[in-house]
């Protein structure tokens, strides 16, 4: 799924939020709301760079809610063009941050 | 006079040998001193390394290093420093197999293997415990005092309520159990109450590590378009 990003995908944390609900005892949940972005090309690895590209929705439906628990980390994406960004998937966070 | 001018000869031929040893421990010197050996190498072309192979991780000396102080050092304080180089070796192949029966005594248990009392108690005495995984939990941080309910939510995110309430259903429809999931009337849903916090803290693994994990401090932008700035791990 999403071809090279393996079933992972990116997307704009709009917001944390904690839910109360009073009608299950209180029940609190951990929510995000997500603007999802699209791989370009399903996913798949350029031939030029090596990585996949994703671009923001342009329509309502990239907005969503989430679990919090399904957050896996932060991404390093490269701005491309205007609403386009290459997944930096050549080298890790940390170590972007150490060389860098 | 004929001592005189042999005594200066003397001097001279002292003094012309003597720099011409100066000359030649300059050469020398000169000669080995320089930057042009691999490990100075490597550092200037690190960063051209890392955009064409990956990270460097996976080149770490750290393994190396671990083994010479495991193979080598210990076994040298061990040893009685005569011949010490055949008694490194000796005694780290003496561990080493060792190590490998325990194991595959160890695996042969696991298996249900019959053993004798005292291997088990053996066993026991030698196995490392193996700790449980820790368990890193999601930390929510920063709550923001303006936002009371999805109404306050829509107004400060600029998602229209109709939208947060389509997904807060379909949320609770893939996610919660029937009994435990939330009204899928909007009137109830607009008064859901909520916080909002504006930062998370996800416990990612370190690379090749099975129990050590780097915080990534994801934080929530609103309306706020991505940056175009360098990483971090916020």
């Known amino acids: 799924m999403y071809g090279g990003l393996r079933g992972r995908l990116q997307a704009k944390l709009v917001a944390l939020l904690k839910t109360r609900d009073p009608r299950c005892e209180n029940t609190v949940r951990r929510v995000a709301g997500v603007h999802l972005l699209t791989p370009v090309h399903s996913g798949r690895l350029s031939d ?18 989430v679990d919090i628990g399904t957050i896996l980390g932060l991404a390093h994406l490269i701005r491309e063009e205007d609403r386009r960004w290459l997944v930096n998937s050549r080298i890790d966070l940390r170590t972007f941050n150490e060389v860098y | 006079m004929r001592e005189w001018v042999a005594t ?41 390394d890392i955009h064409q192979f990956g990270n460097i991780p996976m080149y770490s000396t750290e393994i190396g290093e671990l083994a010479h102080e495991m193979q080598i050092k210990e076994e040298w304080r061990q040893s009685n420093k005569n011949d010490a180089a055949r008694q490194i070796v000796h005694s780290y192949s003496r561990k080493h197999a060792l190590w490998m029966r325990l194991l595959n005594l160890q695996s042969l248990k696991n298996r249900g293997a019959d ?80 916080k909002l916090q504006t930062q998370l803290e ?23 378009h991505f940056r175009n700035q360098g990483s971090r791990n916020h």
């Not at chain 1, 030029?48 to 809610?65: A, P, S, Y």
């Not at chain 2, 003094?15 to 490597?42: A, T």
Request: glycine share 4%.
């Open chain 2, 8 to 48: 200066s000869e003397r001097r001279q031929i002292r003094d012309d040998d003597r720099d011409e040893e100066d000359e030649l421990r300059m050469d020398m010197i000169h000669g080995e001193s320089h930057f042009n050996f691999i490990k100075m190498h490597l550092l200037s072309d690190l960063c051209d």
């Open chain 2, 202 to 224: 996800v416990p990612v693994l370190t690379f090749q590590e099975a129990n050590v994990y780097e915080i990534h401090y994801a934080r929530s932008m609103g309306t706020l």
């Open chain 1, 48 to 65: 030029l760079h090596g990585l996949v590209t994703v671009q923001m929705r342009e329509d309502t439906r990239g907005f969503t809610i």
């Open chain 2, 115 to 194: 053993h004798s009392p005292d291997v088990l108690k053996h066993l026991d005495k030698t196995t490392r415990k193996v700790s449980p995984p820790v368990i890193c939990r999601r930390i929510l941080k920063g709550r923001r005092g303006d936002v009371s309910n999805m109404v306050d939510f829509s107004r400060i995110s600029g998602v229209s309520l109709e939208i947060i309430n389509r997904e807060l259903i379909r949320y609770s429809r893939h996610n919660l159990p029937i009994d435990h999931g939330l009204p899928e009337d909007h009137a109830p849903l607009r008064s859901l109450p909520i």
